[in-house]
């Protein structure tokens, strides 16, 4: 069972940009598909980015694509979501889990997530 510790939310004016970190236990990380989610207050969580085992192939929610770059670093066990340009509807707590590539959902456990509040 991998589990996963976001990092590297905060607070930051709309524009402005944060690079997040999603670090893994366990020996099977690069066995995974891994995936962003996001919940902002009063709505559902909801899918935001993937990227295969590999990192040879990437997904973003039509919200997100374009600003958003997701990576990983196998070698440190590590998923990262970079956002720059960001908007004031991007605040919500950000999540990382494994991934199902097909249907887009989340499987396992998440974290304790990581709060990005992007302010107007």
């Known amino acids: 069972q991998v589990q996963l510790v976001e990092s590297g939310g905060g607070l930051v004016q709309a524009g402005g940009s944060l690079r997040l970190s999603c670090a893994a236990s366990?020996?099977?990380?690069?066995?995974?598909?891994m995936g962003w989610f996001r919940q902002a207050p009063g709505k559902e969580r909801e899918f935001v980015s993937a990227?295969?085992?590999?990192?040879?192939?990437?997904y973003y929610a039509d919200s997100v694509k374009g600003r958003f770059t997701i990576s990983r670093d196998n070698a440190k066990n590590t998923v990262y979501l970079q956002m720059p340009n960001l908007k004031p509807e991007d605040t919500a707590i950000y999540y990382c889990?494994?991934?199902?590539?097909?249907?887009?959902?989340?499987?396992?456990?998440w974290g304790q997530g990581t709060q990005v509040t992007v302010s107007s």
């Open positions: 889990a494994a991934i199902n590539i097909i249907t887009m959902k989340p499987f396992g456990s």
């Open positions: 366990g020996r099977s990380f690069s066995s995974y598909n």
């Open positions: 990227i295969t085992y590999s990192g040879g192939r990437t």
